[in-house]
């Protein structure tokens, strides 16, 4: 399929453009790539807590080791309707900047305008 890039600044135009973008747009303005979030998940389902619960630390450690999309789904089930929460809690715990990457794709899509 050839489209042109007249064809695609009047898709952007009406609205009916929608631009998807990879892990590294997202890192560049410092969020966390998904290894790193479902570490921050694991650590907020199983804390390591002061009060002597010897299970919560290898729990973790256990929970680490599989792949990052099979540690969210068991952190999805122990934390049930709380997940969506600690996962936008983890996903936004540091400060966010907008790059340089991200200012050069808005900018040529403000060009386009």
Known sequence: ???????????????????FVGAGISKSCGLPDWN??????IK???PDTKRYDLFSGIERSIR?????????RMARRKLGKQFNSVVSK??????LSCSSLLESILDQLRNTQ
């Open 90 to 95: 983890c996903l936004y715990a540091e400060a």
């Open 1 to 19: 399929m050839d489209v042109s890039i007249e064809k695609l600044k009047k898709l952007h135009q009406d609205g009916k453009l929608c631009l």
């Open 64 to 72: 680490a080791r599989y792949s990052p999309l099979d540690a969210m």
């Open 36 to 41: 790193t979030l479902s570490v921050r998940v």
């Open 44 to 46: 907020e389902a199983w």
